[in-house]
């Protein structure tokens, strides 16, 4: 007995043609041409269908403080001090609110699956990881989201900051991250980052190589301590902007790395984009790095979000169709399989890079599905196709009418 039958829809990899989704007790139950049933039923008209976007990479605890900091100068440097001062006045109930407003977002535009990453220092404590815990559990119900702490100021040259990290993980984070260019030995903050994930059995989400010289680059270490540890698959690099500054041989070289070592990428355009070749006064190098040729090498790649309405990135309004659509244009990536490519960068990619088993439009998956008033992946991403239903686990968790025009009679 199916409880909702979703018609009419129209899958990625389809070949143009329609289906119908039948949904029972919050799963797939069977996927025809045409089910014959008369559960209550919602008509997708043609429209794309997709299990709903993954974001494996945005700051939810320092979302929406723009009235609180400056932005003057643009640069990693001062949005890092910025946030680090603004921070201090923050509260779990300040954070949960904060969090809460970008987290709808995300949701009405379709994002069902999310890793925050969350900052764990002596300055903030565990306040924001327990605001973010309750986010976790209070929007169950609409998105699936881990929680992944790290020092964002450094660790071992923060007192304080490492005993908060264990601590965290003790309550129940889902995965570990560093930021070693914060730091004063690099390599020393990899090393431990490894050796608490190994002691919790936790992944691991490196921000990495965050800027635009290339002459000193922390990737290679965290290649061979995911090889060291046998790590792969369970780590991931965000930012690593460093690549963009790479010759092709160079580049080419690097993506092979990563992808025998096991380590996925993030591309975060938003925030590369605006922080990167502040130094330029023409010629300004994007910094965007080129997720689609390491995807060809065989890296797990994904596109993600960041941060929304702070100093690293002031706008954003949780959109990853809108985000995959930025990276597009910097990539200069506009055929048919390239924009493919690039839905694929917010959807079936960061779900293997969070080791989603369960992702997907299959019997037997979670009916987590996301109606966009398109005909397929490559006009999603060419027309910034906007999400017109989703249903997670079954159950419809937001609606947003279609446009109609209204000319004079």
Not at 1 to 15: E, K, Q, Y
Not at 82 to 111: H, N, P, S, W
Not at 139 to 164: H, K, M, R, S
Request: aromatic share 6%; glycine share 8%; with cysteine.
């Amino acid at each position: 007995m199916l409880d909702f039958v979703l018609r009419n829809a129209r899958m990625a990899g389809g070949d143009g043609a329609t289906f119908d989704i039948g949904v029972a007790d919050g799963r797939i139950a069977e996927i025809a041409a045409s089910i014959d049933s008369d559960a209550p039923a919602e008509d997708a008209g043609g429209r794309l269908v997709t299990p709903g976007f993954v974001d494996t990479h945005i700051h939810l605890d320092k979302s929406c403080i723009l009235d609180r900091c400056r932005s003057d100068e643009g640069t990693l440097q001062e949005a890092i001090a910025e946030v680090a001062a603004a921070k201090r006045g923050f509260t779990e109930d300040d954070v949960y609110a904060r969090g809460r407003r970008t987290l709808e977002k995300a949701i009405l535009q379709g994002t069902t699956r999310m890793r925050t990453h969350v900052e764990v220092d002596p300055r903030i404590g565990l306040k924001s990881f327990a605001a973010v815990r309750r986010l976790q559990r209070d929007y169950a119900w609409a998105i699936d989201l881990e929680i992944c702490v790290f020092p964002q100021e450094g660790l071992l040259n923060d007192p304080g900051t490492e005993d908060l990290l264990i601590e965290s993980c003790q309550s129940g984070a889902d995965l570990i991250g560093g930021c070693p260019y914060t730091d004063s030995d690099p390599h020393g903050q990899i090393a431990r980052i490894f050796g608490i994930a190994r002691d919790f059995d936790l992944d691991i989400d490196f921000h990495l190589d965050f800027d635009l010289d290339p002459s000193r680059m922390d990737l290679e270490e965290v290649c061979r301590q995911t090889q060291a540890h046998g790590y792969g698959g369970r780590v991931a690099i965000g930012h690593v902007t460093k690549l963009t500054a790479l010759p092709p041989e160079r580049l080419k070289a690097a993506a092979r790395r990563l992808a025998d070592a096991g380590v996925a990428v993030t591309v975060l355009p938003a925030t590369d984009l605006f922080l990167m070749g502040r130094a330029h006064d023409h010629s300004v190098p994007r910094g965007v790095t080129p997720a689609h040729t390491l995807a060809e090498y065989g890296v797990t790649c994904s596109v993600a979000t960041n941060n929304v309405l702070n100093p690293f990135t002031p706008f954003g309004d949780c959109s990853l169709v809108r985000m995959a659509n930025l990276y597009a244009n910097v990539a200069q990536a506009g055929g048919q399989r390239a924009l493919a490519a690039c839905f694929d960068l917010v959807t079936a990619q960061p779900a293997r890079l969070m080791n989603l088993k369960d992702y997907g439009i299959a019997v037997g998956h979670p009916a987590d599905l996301i109606v966009l008033d398109c005909a397929g992946p490559e006009m999603a991403i060419a027309e910034i196709a906007q999400p017109l239903l989703g249903i997670k686990r079954g159950r419809r968790s937001f609606t947003r009418a279609a446009p109609a025009l209204h000319p004079p009679r």
